[in-house]
């Protein structure tokens, strides 16, 4: 009940609520006005990263940039929702749960949240299925200077599987913002690989083209 009455309200709001982009006209599901949302950098096709396919919503061009930006370094949580909606407006595959890329405990103690855990909730909520955590990322280092192989080899030391997670999932999406050499998510596949799971598919809002 309590559920109905927050869905209730939010959509409430939204229909006295301005764009969040141009303040103008009135803000739909996404938050954002049709013609704002129509003229976001949209890509939807998938780019290939280490022998990865990532779909990705939209090349990193303004105003996604910024967008992103603001919400994951400054706090600006009221564009979750435009950047959930983004992943969801995707054709996106069938799965069984949603896993959101992991931060270290230094990045969630700097930043105060897991930026893509808000947005994987959004789209689990919509999605009708759970959100995965069954991995932990360990310190995180700078990539800068290092050499394609070191900085696989960097990145996979930082992902450690979870011994207690109890709960399996063969048919997973992995989730991100930004995909730039793609070696975050080429490791935690590898991770995920190792816990089992057989269909494991990748989505990004945005990608560096």
């Known amino acids: 009940m309590l559920q109905f009455i927050n869905q209730l309200l939010h959509k409430s709001i939204q229909s006295i ?3 969040l982009l141009c303040g103008i006209d009135q803000q739909k599901k996404h938050s954002l006005c049709n013609d704002c949302w129509a003229q976001l950098p949209w890509y939807k096709q998938y780019i290939e990263r280490h022998q990865q ?25 009221h564009y979750q929702n435009l950047l959930a909606q983004s992943l969801l407006n995707l054709s996106l595959p069938k799965i069984q749960a949603i ?8 990045r969630l103690k700097e930043r105060g949240y897991n930026q893509m855990l808000i947005i994987a909730k959004i789209m689990a909520r919509q999605l009708n299925i759970p ?13 800068k200077g290092l050499s394609r192989i070191e900085r696989l080899e960097n990145i996979e030391y930082q992902f450690k ?12 999406l992995i989730i991100d913002d930004v995909v ?3 070696s975050s998510i080429h490791a935690l596949t590898h991770a995920l690989e190792n816990l089992g799971c057989q269909q494991i598919y ?3 809002i ?3 083209l």
Not at 99 to 106: E, F, G, Q, R, Y
Not at 161 to 172: D, L, N, P, S, V
Request: charged share 25%; net charge positive.
């Open 206 to 208: 945005a990608a560096a």
């Open 17 to 19: 609520s301005p764009c």
């Open 53 to 77: 396919k990532i779909l990705c919503a939209h090349r990193y061009d303004f105003p996604i940039d910024r967008i992103i930006q603001v919400y994951k370094y400054e706090q600006q949580l």
């Open 131 to 143: 959100v995965w955590q069954p991995i932990i990322r360990e310190a995180q280092h700078s990539q």
């Open 99 to 106: 896993v959101p890329m992991p931060i270290s405990n230094d």
């Open 202 to 204: 990748n989505a990004c």
């Open 180 to 182: 730039t050499t793609g």
């Open 161 to 172: 599987i979870i011994k207690t997670e109890k709960r399996k999932f063969k048919k997973i």
